[in-house]
């Protein structure tokens, strides 16, 4: 079993993109997925809306996977693994969410995945957020990912967005940045194939 | 600012609207003025707002606000008229406390719904 962790900030686009991606890799690589839905409200939100969309999803709410709920993303892990044994687990982490913290609690506790690929979410529309005092953990979400997505380029000019997946790769420097608008649907393939070629040959 | 300094806040409502009006547009008045006010009482940054309404028949309406300028987006629905309807949101912002959201919140319905608190 795989996991692909979603991260980025609030509203970033990460429901939007992870259902875009979750039809593709389905259809595509004939790969099945459980959704783990992570959100630091009390009520869960985004799991009702993808399973309205026909997806298998548990839900880790009322706290975040990378501190609070770090020892029961480790059990649902367990769990989905032992009951379901799916190719792969899609984790939205909240929009809070460390992610060197996930991968540190997954390297400490759970060694039993297959792989693990981290994707993480830029919100173009709100680019001030990466530039001058970008908050330490929207940054660390940048640094620990494997790919950078910048979403919602349908929402600015080119300019902005050379500028901005400037700004991404200054960060990451090892990681692809692809550009998306995962609303309209805009090189959601090139990720979904950019996964689906992780799926294929990590082992 | 990290990620401690924002505040989360969920709530459910059962709404009856006040007016005739589709239940769409007195939502995207409501999350207007939601907005607004949060923006008049001091939240700097909107992380998230987002919610379901749902009349128990038709599918849910989904929303979303991520700014203090934005209009919120609204999908799925369309709602019944003249139905009662259940709300249940979250709210993650910095620069507001529960009890404001809170307030703000049953403030902004009342200009549109009457609202109840709703359990379950």
Known sequence: MKLIIISGFLGS??????????????????????ILENEVGEIGIDGVFLEKQGLQVKE????????????????????IKDVLDPDGVILEAS???????????????????????????ADLERFELYQEEPMPFVINQIRYADLVVLNKTDSGDGELTATMAAKLAELNPDAEVIGVSALEGSNL???AERLGTWMRTTS | MDAHDFVTFSARRK???????????????????????????????????KGIVEDGESPPLFFSATSLSGEPQLKGGPLGQGSDLALTITVIVSGVDTEQLSRLLDDCLAGYFLCTLHGG
């Open chain 1, 13 to 34: 686009g990460k429901t939007t993109l992870l259902l875009g991606l979750v039809r593709r890799l389905t259809s595509g690589n004939g790969c099945d997925f459980v």
């Open chain 1, 60 to 79: 880790l709410y009322s706290g975040c996977v990378c501190c609070q709920l770090a020892g029961d993303l480790v059990v649902t892990l367990r769990e």
């Open chain 1, 95 to 121: 929009g809070l969410a460390k992610v060197e913290s996930i991968l540190d609690t997954l390297d400490r506790y759970y060694g039993e995945l297959e792989g693990t690929m981290v994707i993480s979410l």
């Open chain 1, 189 to 191: 393939d090139l990720v």
């Open chain 2, 15 to 49: 709404l009856a609207p006040l007016t005739a009006g589709s239940p769409r547009d007195l939502l995207l008045s409501f999350l207007t003025d939601y907005v607004k006010a949060l923006g008049t009482s001091g939240c700097s940054i909107i992380g998230h707002i």
